[in-house]
């Protein structure tokens, strides 16, 4: 087990930009999702795919956002044209079939300047 | 949708003491309620975690309680150690969605 691997770790951008970031699950989970995570706030959730189905989305997710896992493995989360309220800590975590706990990543911290 | 309330927001004791973080959460369909422990700049980890056809579950140091009735769940952290300090949080999944609500934390401080 090898963890939930995310990058990159950071990231710095200015406002306006299109920024990409990336999640390997661990290797048997087939379920990712993606959490936001703001300072002195609990992680909120974005969005949650099983295999490469994007099942769940939040409604904070504006059309600003879009997360991909075309092959059922990795996952992308794109954010276009940043704002400053994008400034985060953008969580990813996996988990295997059934009803599992789940396993986060390191995250990838974005700030927009 | 589900709503979970966290408290205390902070919470200092000394060595050895007992800790208690208490969560409400409004939907009577949530069905799991794990427990994370963040430390600064880390990755959040679960420590515990109950199902809702459990009223109590215990893990060494760490005990979770939930009430259905009233709607909320408990963790505490018995005997506690320096190495205990960090931000926990509650969770709760709705029956049938895979979405965690997650409160607003608790930064737990223990005193030598």
């Known amino acids: 087990d090898t963890g939930v691997s995310q990058n990159p770790r950071h990231k710095i951008t200015k406002r306006g930009q299109n920024v990409t970031f990336r999640c390997d699950p661990i290797?048997?989970?087939?379920?990712l999702y993606w959490y936001r995570q703001t300072l002195g706030q609990g992680p909120e959730f974005l969005t949650y795919?099983?295999?490469?189905?994007?099942?769940?989305k939040s409604r904070l997710l504006s059309d600003r956002f879009s997360a991909e896992r075309p092959k059922g493995s990795f996952s992308t989360l794109e954010i276009q044209r940043t704002e400053q309220g994008d400034s985060a800590m953008y969580l990813c975590?996996?988990?295997?079939?059934?009803?599992?706990?789940?396993?986060f990543g390191n995250g990838t911290r974005l700030t927009v300047t | 949708g589900e709503n979970v309330e966290q408290h205390p927001s902070t919470l200092s004791v000394q060595e050895g003491d007992s800790a208690v973080i208490k969560c409400t959460y409004s939907?009577?369909?949530?069905?799991?309620f794990p427990w994370y422990k963040q430390e600064l700049g880390k990755r959040p980890q679960l420590i515990i975690d109950?199902?809702?056809?459990?009223g109590e579950k215990k893990d060494q140091r760490i005990a979770v309680t939930l009430n259905k009735t009233a709607k909320h769940f408990s963790l505490h952290i018995t005997e506690t150690q320096p190495e205990d300090s960090a931000v926990y949080f509650c969770?709760?999944?709705?029956?049938?969605?895979?979405?965690?609500?997650f409160g607003t934390g608790t930064r737990l401080l223990v005193s030598p």
């Open positions: 290797s048997e989970h087939n379920r």
């Open positions: 109950i199902r809702s056809n459990v």
């Open positions: 969770a709760a999944k709705l029956a049938g969605f895979q979405k965690l609500v």
């Open positions: 795919f099983q295999n490469e189905a994007q099942l769940e």
């Open positions: 939907d009577s369909a949530s069905n799991y």
């Open positions: 975590a996996s988990s295997p079939p059934g009803d599992s706990p789940l396993h």
